[in-house]
């Protein structure tokens, strides 16, 4: 077993194992640090810190490569739909002919809503951000949807899974409903997992509508894009709530709350607007450059930059060839995404960006395609959390299922007041 040797105040040293991972990357195991050396390690946003040992993705920050269960993105959005690769992420392989139309089949049938809940989205306040509506109504499908673990607890697991899976996306497609003001459309038998969801959103009983063929490709490829990313923030969060015990639809619930930041996956909204902002004020590139540059500037380029990607996002690569094919088949071209190759070009030639690694990601490109597709801005996180959701499902089962596991409780430095005595409130000032 290899070894790291720290010395403290050049005298007294500790012998600490190191762990070497599936693609030989080293880690300090500082399980017993605390225990050896009465010492914590300081790591603000865990840049350096690995919280769990997991068999679901890989990524390669430095070379730009994206792995789901071994399998490149590339390949993945080439030759799987969104299902096989949820299957494959919560499963651990990827299914065959006839267990792909088995899960397909258990989707369809756990599609509709309850009743109750359909009165529940009609009580929530209107103009609410729909990733508000998300998260509340997928922590009350634990009332509406008990969990009864008294019986067989890994079947109601399975159950929960199946059910979360389908009935998020039917959830996602009554967001769009409720703000609209329109009657809720019901999944139908007929269509397959996306086109339901096109379906759900947009077919109305005064005109004719047939989800998009096109639209059905974009939108597997963009889930299949989102469906996972190892321990990002949101599915930090849907761990560490997973490790107090907390069941998988209050775990999602709180990954979506942490999703919905603009740092994470709101960033796709703020893309969004932020290009149509450099549209309205005359398409001027180069002040946004100079202004995401400035230090006293709090404005970012949006879309840009990444804790792991030190190169470009291997996902954004992908979005952008989809957005491509969306805006081609509708033989149109949108004024933002030709802002949006100018902002490119301009960052990636420009030393600021060069330095620190700043690159696409994966939400620079994506809003434009979900806009072409008639996606409400303000939806748009809502479709990165409908492809996380296996993501989220395979990282709360993989905790669940670890013999190590135990609930997560980081130390801190206390910087506070040292010890005082509560004066009487007539003495304080
Ligand atoms: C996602 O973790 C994941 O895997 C996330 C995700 C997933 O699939 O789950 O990939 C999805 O969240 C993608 C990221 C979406 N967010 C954005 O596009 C928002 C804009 N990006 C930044 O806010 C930022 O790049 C982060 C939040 C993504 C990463 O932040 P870090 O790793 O904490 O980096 P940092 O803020 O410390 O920045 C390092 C330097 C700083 O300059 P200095 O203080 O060193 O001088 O780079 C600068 C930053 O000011 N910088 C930017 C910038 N991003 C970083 N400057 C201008 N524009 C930017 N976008």
């Excluded at 799987?80 to 006839?98: M, Q, R, S, T």
């Excluded at 529940?120 to 951000?129: G, K, Q, V």
């Excluded at 996956?265 to 607007?273: H, M, T």
């Excluded at 949006?302 to 470009?312: C, D, Q």
């Amino acid at each position: 077993m290899k070894k790291a040797e720290i010395f403290i105040d050049g005298k007294k040293s500790f012998d600490l194992p190191i762990i070497i991972d599936t693609m030989g990357n080293q880690s300090v195991d500082i399980r017993n640090l605390r225990q050896q050396t009465g010492m914590i390690t300081y790591d603000p946003g865990f840049g350096n810190t690995g919280s769990c040992q997991s068999q679901i993705t890989y990524l390669d920050g430095e070379k730009g490569i994206l792995r789901y269960r071994g399998y490149a993105i590339e390949d993945l959005v080439e030759h799987c739909d969104f299902i096989e690769v949820a299957y494959l992420l919560i499963h651990g392989y990827l299914p065959n002919k006839h267990e792909r139309e088995r899960y397909a089949e258990l989707l369809n049938r756990h599609s509709l809503l309850h009743a109750d809940m359909q009165s529940f989205f009609r009580r929530y306040p209107d103009h609410s951000h729909p990733m508000s509506i998300l998260a509340a109504m997928v922590v009350s499908l634990s009332s509406f949807y008990e969990i009864n673990l008294e019986e067989d607890p890994e079947l109601q697991i399975d159950l929960t899974v199946t059910r979360l899976m389908s009935k998020m996306r039917t959830i996602a497609a009554f967001t769009y409903r409720k703000m609209k003001g329109t009657d809720f459309i019901n999944p139908s038998y007929k269509y397959s997992y996306c086109a339901n969801f096109l379906n759900m959103m947009f077919s109305s009983p005064v005109v004719p509508y047939e989800p998009n063929p096109t639209q059905i490709r974009a939108m597997n490829k963009l889930l299949i894009l989102h469906a996972d990313h190892e321990q990002n923030c949101s599915t930090t969060a849907v761990r560490l709530i997973g490790s107090a015990g907390g069941n998988l639809y209050s775990a999602v619930s709180g990954g979506i709350c942490a999703l919905w930041g603009p740092r994470h996956g709101g960033a796709n909204q703020a893309v969004i607007e932020m290009l149509q902002q450099i549209h309205t004020d005359g398409s001027d590139v180069k002040q946004a450059i100079e202004r995401a540059k400035d230090k006293n500037d709090p404005y970012r380029l949006m879309g840009f930059g990444h804790r792991v990607y030190k190169t470009y996002d291997p996902r954004a690569k992908i979005a952008r060839e989809v957005c491509e094919e969306v805006l081609q088949d509708m033989g149109q071209r949108d004024p933002l995404l030709d802002i949006a190759e100018e902002l490119e070009q301009a960052a990636l030639s420009d030393d600021y960006f060069k330095e620190k690694n700043l690159y696409p990601n994966v939400d620079f490109y994506t809003g434009i395609i979900f806009r072409a597709m008639g996606i409400p801005t303000n939806m748009y996180t809502v479709m990165f959390a409908l492809g996380r959701l296996p993501g989220w499902i395979a990282h709360w089962l993989e905790w669940h299922h670890d013999p190590f596991e135990r609930i997560g409780r980081p130390r801190q430095l206390y910087m506070g007041p040292t010890s005082r005595v509560v004066p009487p409130i007539e003495e304080r000032e």
